[in-house]
């Protein structure tokens, strides 16, 4: 080869190359930055191990680590920056108000770094509602705080807990699902906090709320249907912050038939109040009348 057609070829290869290098580096740029999302786990079914694949409702909850959960969902690494961190391992119906204090503080405690971009809390169905509507009160912060758990232990066949997570952290990620209260993400939907229940016991589908999930998630984007407006989080009048203990009170249900058993017992314990769970729009049978206000005098006297 003639030694000028040598360098013109060399000098195309560099311009190749040159050329190359800069389209890496503009799409690098063009690139958003993925989000930090910190998951805090609880334990519950999402955390659960079965004896074999067929038991999808007889099991052991809060088995498996918060770092075994990330690590067996590599898929994560493609929608946040994750970390994980055990705050405790409990299957939810053995949580206190001890485990919800500490877990109020270390989610406000997180909200307020600015390396976190949203939080995640996996957690057992059976109490989980009751932990959402505690932080959509108590915890003040626009950042998503993104509630995930799961009908089925991980060891089942159809088991739900990895996409479900990986929704959450989707989610929690998003700049969308910013200022929109405490938020559960199960069976694809996006619902709110302060309004899910469980409805069902075993179902993936067992959650859901009178007024309808706020939206839903699709391979990881976000589909608002609606946007909650009751009071919560930023806007609340409690703050976790200022909570150092919860005082006790107790629920007393009423139903067809009830006797006053339940009720003059509780009012003997030594409660701060008495929550009555009566039927239909809080009825209260003419029986048990004078004994809610015979208990409501004790406690002021």
Do not use: C
């Amino acid at each position: 080869m003639h030694i000028s057609s040598r360098f013109r070829a060399l000098a195309a290869g560099a311009a190749l190359l040159a050329a190359g290098a800069i389209a890496q580096a503009q799409t690098t740029q063009q690139q958003p930055a993925l989000p930090n999302v910190m998951i805090l786990a609880t334990g519950g079914t999402i955390a659960g191990a079965g004896a074999s694949a067929l038991n999808s409702a007889t099991y052991a909850a809060a088995k498996v680590g918060v770092e075994k959960l990330i690590a067996g969902l590599p898929e994560l690494s493609k929608v946040a920056n994750v970390k994980g961190e055990q705050v405790f391992q409990v299957a939810s119906e053995s949580m206190t108000n001890e485990h919800l204090l500490a877990l109020a503080k270390r989610v406000s405690q997180l909200a307020r770094q600015p390396d976190v971009d949203g939080i995640v809390i996996t957690h057992g169905t059976d109490t989980v509602e009751e932990t959402a509507y505690f932080l959509t009160l108590t915890v003040h912060t626009d950042k998503p705080i993104v509630m995930v758990a799961s009908m089925r232990p991980g060891t089942a066949l159809s088991a739900d807990g990895a996409l479900n997570l990986y929704d959450a952290v989707a989610v929690a990620g998003s700049k969308d699902a910013r200022s929109k209260g405490v938020l559960l993400t199960m069976n694809d939907t996006i619902q709110s906090g302060r309004d899910v229940s469980k409805n069902v016991n075993i179902v993936p589908s067992a959650f859901s709320s009178q007024w309808g999930p706020l939206g839903m998630v699709v391979e990881g984007k976000n589909y608002w249907f609606r946007a909650p407006v009751k009071r919560h989080t930023m806007n609340s009048e409690f703050d976790i912050e200022q909570i150092t203990a919860l005082p006790p009170v107790e629920i007393v249900y009423s139903y067809a038939g009830v006797s006053a058993t339940a009720l003059d017992a509780v009012a003997k314990s030594g409660v701060k109040a008495i929550i009555h769970g009566g039927p239909g729009n809080g009825s209260v049978a003419d029986r048990i009348v004078p004994r809610l206000q015979a208990a409501r005098e004790a406690a002021r006297s």
